[in-house]
């Protein structure tokens, strides 16, 4: 028996940079800020804008404060409770705004949700915008 020994086959080595060259390319990372375009929005229509430009802000046609009452939720099961909140939520918003494109701010959802548990009340801020747009947040 011939013992021949397994040699494992040698690495590559890393080419190591110097400390100061190093340091140069860091810089002028930092120092790049790409013109890249940033998506508004979703889907293929989406708008582009490039980076650093301010979105305009809409003004809202009508903002109200509503307190609405989500006590029916407590008719669910338990484990499904909160997130049945946050749709009678929406229901009660599209109702009482006559609009169908409804974005709850995800604080507000939050809040609803907390512990599995739906608060009975919940004081809300609803904005309508000119293209039937309600945003709701919490008040």
């Known amino acids: 028996m011939s013992e ?3 040699t494992a086959p040698e690495q590559k080595k890393t ?3 110097p400390v100061e060259a190093q340091k140069e390319q860091e810089k002028a990372r ?3 800020k ?3 375009e940033v998506v508004k929005g979703a889907g293929r229509t989406a708008e582009k804008k490039k ?3 301010k979105e305009e802000e809409e003004k809202p046609v009508l903002e109200r404060v509503y307190t609405f009452n989500l006590r029916e939720a407590y008719k669910k099961p338990y484990y499904k409770r909160a997130n049945y ?4 939520l929406r229901k009660l918003v599209v109702r009482h705004l006559k609009s169908e494109d409804v974005k709850i701010d995800p604080a507000l959802a939050e809040f609803v949700r907390a512990s599995g548990q739906p608060k ?3 004081k809300v801020k609803a904005a309508k915008f000119e ?3 309600v945003k709701v947040q919490l008040a």
Do not use: C, Q, S, Y
């Open 34 to 36: 790409p013109e890249a």
């Open 15 to 17: 080419e190591e940079k």
């Open 30 to 32: 930092a120092e790049h």
């Open 120 to 122: 009975p009340r919940v």
């Open 51 to 53: 980076v650093g430009e």
């Open 85 to 88: 909140a946050v749709r009678l």
């Open 4 to 6: 021949e020994r397994f």
């Open 131 to 133: 293209g039937g747009t």
